[in-house]
């Protein structure tokens, strides 16, 4: 179940994208946890038939998950992190417009708009009313979306909670280890636990890997050849023919993807110069037709070739000095120059000046091997360290949140005690070169605020508070989750502004949409109400871009976090 912050968003996002009624059913599963239809109509107070057309809604837009019970029998749970992914609809649909053009972005809207749809019925839809002249370009659109992933199919069985399945998938590989061993009492040992749990997720990853690597039928390519073949059973098949009767959803990881190395190349650009953002740029472009999710720790291993053929011809790398050696073409000489270029970017992106740990945890590239020695510049591979880099994203907020609300104080003392460990009050102040009536105070908030924790080391059986040591701790997991919940409640709270700003001109809004008024707004209009509806855009545009600023941070530390924060701390 989702904490209060988050359930608080979800409830706004699916009120404001799909109306009442679906937010009552969304709030009640949110609040409670899975529940039956029956159990949701008793609690709402809503009719039968219209929660369970809610119900049909929301598992349409893949927000519900169904489950079957041998006990308890058909029951819902909300899916919460499929809702939160709607706030990143807008930015979908931009990378699908730079990506592959407009046709891209009517195929994207038009699934978004209805959750899941049959392959077959999109292009039919999206041409009503056009000419027929860009159903090729529909269909060639689709087809390179599902080839590379932007798009996945989907199925019934995984409109199921991945959780039952798994646990339906261990009872049996339990059932099964134990009728093999035969008949047994008693639990298993631990490692046939091991291996009946690695069995389960392994038959999960094959099964979603099934489903979502499908979309093409196979068909014979010639059938007069096929049947005068010597080997009449293997056919020539043609895998660009599209499966209609799939259906398709929107892959968000896929896009997100383009997200975390957007955000990768700004991070590099600002730390060194434009330069540097774009040789980074190369590389995670060049790693980005190899990956499929977010938590990879570093990329496959990527060659110079590799990444000078990502490179822009425009603008060329600049900010190193470099005199080319031998004499040639000029055009040969300017490629020779950018091949220097790009290793030297190459080299300080991996820290080469400093081999140390601390230049190791600051590098977004490495070496792999011992061939980018420093000085050398002749490592031929490298790869980007995302686990490296997503770290430093996460402190970079961290410390930025701290800095709004403590100031640079708090950061000294939450920076000594992520360095040093556990310390007790003296040490902070002592270490800190701060005094213990500066120190005293800001400790009792950061640990009001939930920031850092406190440990008690009694010195003897009585536990007596006068002979108890008190250690002051940073456990950067717990911390990373309370910045996020605080964002969740910044999300929501951005959320109810647009709302309320909406209601203060929802009249005039209604005018200005009637068909008479559209385009004659100088006539129809008064001249408070065009004022009005001009602070209106332009508090909506504040808003928004507030909006996009803090979901990017609920990004960096909730979808850049490598299993949960873990060996953050």
Same mark, same amino acid.
Not at 370 to 376: E, N
């Given at each position: 179940?989702?904490? $209060?912050?988050?359930?608080?968003?979800?409830?706004?996002?699916?009120?404001?994208?799909? *109306?009442?009624?679906?937010?009552?059913?969304?709030?009640?599963?949110?609040?409670?946890?899975?529940?039956?239809?029956?159990?949701?109509?008793?609690?709402?107070?809503?009719?039968?038939?219209?929660?369970?057309?809610?119900?049909?809604?929301?598992?349409?837009?893949?927000?519900?998950?169904?489950?079957?019970?041998?006990?308890?029998?058909?029951?819902?749970?909300?899916?919460?992190?499929?809702?939160?992914?709607?706030?990143?609809?807008?930015?979908?649909?931009?990378?699908?417009?730079?990506?592959?053009?407009?046709?891209?972005?009517?195929?994207?809207?038009?699934?978004?708009?209805?959750?899941?749809?049959?392959?077959?019925?999109?292009?039919?839809?999206?041409?009503? %009313?056009?000419?027929? $002249?860009?159903?090729?370009?529909?269909?060639?659109?689709?087809?390179?979306?599902?080839?590379?992933?932007?798009?996945?199919?989907?199925?019934?069985?995984?409109?199921?909670?991945?959780?039952?399945?798994?646990?339906?998938?261990?009872?049996?590989?339990?059932? @099964?280890?134990?009728?093999?061993?035969?008949?047994?009492?008693?639990?298993?040992?631990? $490692?046939?636990?091991?291996?009946?749990?690695?069995?389960?997720?392994?038959?999960?990853?094959?099964?979603?890997?099934?489903?979502?690597?499908?979309?093409?039928?196979?068909?014979?390519?010639?059938?007069?050849?096929?049947?005068?073949?010597?080997?009449?059973?293997?056919?020539?098949?043609?895998?660009?023919?599209?499966?209609?009767?799939?259906?398709?959803?929107? /892959?968000? !990881?896929?896009?997100?993807?383009?997200?975390? /190395?957007?955000?990768?190349?700004?991070?590099?650009?600002?730390?060194?110069?434009?330069?540097?953002?774009?040789?980074?740029? @190369?590389?995670?472009?060049?790693?980005?037709?190899?990956?499929?999710?977010?938590?990879?720790?570093?990329?496959?291993?990527?060659?110079?070739?590799?990444?000078?053929?990502?490179?822009?011809?425009?603008?060329?790398?600049?900010?190193?000095?470099?005199?080319?050696?031998?004499?040639?073409?000029?055009?040969?000489?300017?490629?020779?120059?950018?091949?220097?270029?790009?290793?030297?970017?190459?080299?300080?992106?991996?820290?080469?000046?400093?081999?140390?740990?601390?230049?190791?945890?600051?590098?977004?590239? !490495?070496?792999?091997?011992?061939?980018?020695?420093?000085?050398?510049?002749?490592?031929?591979?490298?790869?980007?360290?995302?686990?490296?880099?997503?770290?430093?994203?996460?402190? $970079?907020?961290?410390?930025?949140?701290?800095?709004?609300?403590?100031?640079?104080?708090?950061?000294?003392?939450?920076?000594?005690?992520?360095?040093? *460990?556990?310390?007790?009050?003296?040490?902070?102040?002592?270490?800190?070169?701060?005094?213990?009536?500066?120190?005293?105070?800001?400790?009792?908030?950061?640990?009001?605020?939930?920031?850092?924790?406190?440990?008690?080391?009694?010195?003897?059986?009585?536990?007596? @508070?006068?002979?108890?040591?008190?250690?002051?701790?940073?456990?950067?997991?717990?911390?990373?989750?309370?910045?996020?919940?605080?964002?969740?409640?910044?999300?929501?709270?951005?959320?109810?502004?647009?709302?309320?700003?909406?209601?203060?001109?929802? !009249?005039?809004?209604?005018?200005?949409?009637?068909?008479?008024?559209?385009?004659?707004?100088? /006539?129809?209009?008064?001249?408070?109400?065009?004022?009005?509806?001009?602070?209106?855009?332009?508090?909506?545009?504040?808003?928004?871009?507030?909006?996009?600023?803090?979901?990017?941070?609920?990004?960096?530390?909730?979808?850049?976090?490598?299993? *949960?924060?873990? %060996?953050?701390?």
């Amino acid at each position: 179940m989702a904490d $209060k912050e988050t359930t608080r968003l979800c409830i706004q996002i699916v009120q404001d994208q799909f *109306g009442t009624t679906p937010a009552r059913v969304a709030a009640e599963l949110l609040s409670r946890g899975r529940l039956r239809l029956a159990h949701i109509v008793r609690s709402t107070s809503i009719k039968s038939r219209a929660a369970a057309n809610a119900i049909l809604i929301l598992i349409q837009h893949n927000i519900l998950w169904h489950c079957e019970s041998a006990v308890e029998g058909e029951m819902f749970e909300v899916n919460w992190e499929e809702v939160l992914a709607r706030l990143r609809f807008g930015r979908y649909i931009s990378i699908a417009r730079d990506l592959f053009g407009e046709p891209a972005v009517d195929i994207l809207s038009f699934i978004m708009d209805h959750g899941k749809v049959r392959a077959g019925d999109i292009v039919q839809s999206l041409i009503q %009313g056009i000419n027929t $002249k860009n159903t090729a370009l529909y269909n060639s659109t689709l087809i390179s979306l599902l080839k590379s992933m932007y798009i996945k199919p989907t199925s019934a069985a995984l409109q199921i909670s991945p959780r039952d399945r798994l646990i339906r998938y261990q009872e049996e590989a339990e059932r @099964a280890k134990r009728a093999s061993a035969g008949a047994k009492k008693g639990p298993l040992a631990a $490692k046939d636990l091991l291996e009946v749990r690695e069995l389960a997720r392994r038959r999960l990853k094959e099964e979603v890997d099934n489903i979502e690597g499908g979309g093409f039928r196979r068909r014979a390519k010639d059938a007069k050849e096929t049947l005068t073949s010597r080997t009449p059973k293997r056919q020539k098949i043609d895998e660009d023919v599209l499966d209609e009767d799939i259906y398709l959803r929107v /892959n968000y !990881a896929k896009f997100n993807l383009h997200i975390r /190395n957007r955000l990768i190349e700004q991070s590099a650009s600002q730390r060194y110069n434009e330069s540097a953002g774009l040789v980074i740029r @190369a590389a995670l472009a060049a790693a980005l037709p190899s990956e499929s999710t977010l938590h990879g720790v570093r990329s496959e291993i990527l060659t110079m070739q590799n990444i000078m053929r990502h490179l822009p011809p425009d603008p060329p790398l600049v900010g190193i000095a470099i005199r080319p050696s031998g004499s040639g073409s000029g055009s040969s000489t300017e490629a020779g120059t950018q091949a220097l270029m790009t290793r030297e970017y190459v080299n300080i992106l991996c820290a080469a000046d400093n081999p140390t740990e601390a230049g190791r945890q600051s590098a977004f590239m !490495a070496y792999s091997g011992l061939s980018g020695a420093v000085g050398g510049g002749g490592g031929k591979k490298v790869a980007i360290e995302y686990e490296n880099i997503g770290r430093r994203l996460r402190f $970079k907020i961290f410390e930025t949140f701290v800095r709004e609300r403590w100031g640079e104080l708090a950061i000294r003392v939450l920076r000594l005690l992520i360095d040093k *460990g556990k310390m007790d009050e003296k040490q902070i102040a002592k270490v800190a070169m701060m005094s213990k009536k500066d120190v005293q105070p800001l400790l009792t908030k950061l640990v009001s605020a939930s920031l850092i924790s406190l440990q008690e080391v009694p010195r003897g059986a009585d536990r007596s @508070a006068m002979r108890t040591i008190y250690l002051w701790y940073i456990d950067l997991a717990k911390t990373y989750s309370v910045i996020l919940t605080s964002l969740y409640k910044t999300l929501g709270n951005i959320l109810a502004r647009k709302n309320a700003e909406t209601q203060k001109v929802s !009249a005039i809004l209604s005018k200005r949409e009637r068909s008479d008024v559209q385009g004659n707004e100088e /006539n129809f209009l008064t001249r408070g109400e065009r004022e009005a509806l001009t602070a209106f855009e332009e508090k909506r545009l504040r808003l928004g871009v507030l909006e996009r600023r803090v979901e990017e941070c609920v990004f960096i530390l909730r979808d850049l976090a490598p299993d *949960g924060y873990a %060996g953050e701390s």
